[in-house]
């Protein structure tokens, strides 16, 4: 004769079938937190110098680890993200002057405001007036 399950001998079986659906859904929501928190870094934004955009720091610490100055197409790459978005971030960064877009042919290259090169600049810059 075959063993019945009755519905006391079904008991654990729900208990650990729910016991894993709520670590699986704790799992999910940790992952997304973690995620999240990967987009903006609180350490970078609490500071004055707070990205103007919440991805600028990603910007910022590939400009570090390059001398300060990266072509547009090599952020592009380095990221993964879009044209579009490299853009966008760094329009916001140059609107809040963390960085400069120099155009060079083509190409833009950005650097931090302190790592233009002499060549870059305009001549009329530090011109004073004359009169």
Known sequence: MAPV????????????????????LGGVL???TIRARTTTDPAETDDEDAPAHPDAWRIRRLLDEHGGRLPQSEIVERTG??????????????E????????????NLVTRPGDVPEHASSPFDDETPKG
């Open 5 to 24: 399950l009755t519905v006391a001998s079904a008991r654990p079986a729900l208990l650990v079938g729910s016991l894993l659906v709520v670590v699986l």
């Open 81 to 94: 993200w879009s044209k579009s978005k490299v853009s966008r971030v760094l329009s916001a960064m140059a």
């Open 96 to 107: 809040d002057e963390q960085v400069r877009k120099i155009r060079i042919g083509r190409e």
């Open 30 to 32: 940790a992952l997304a």
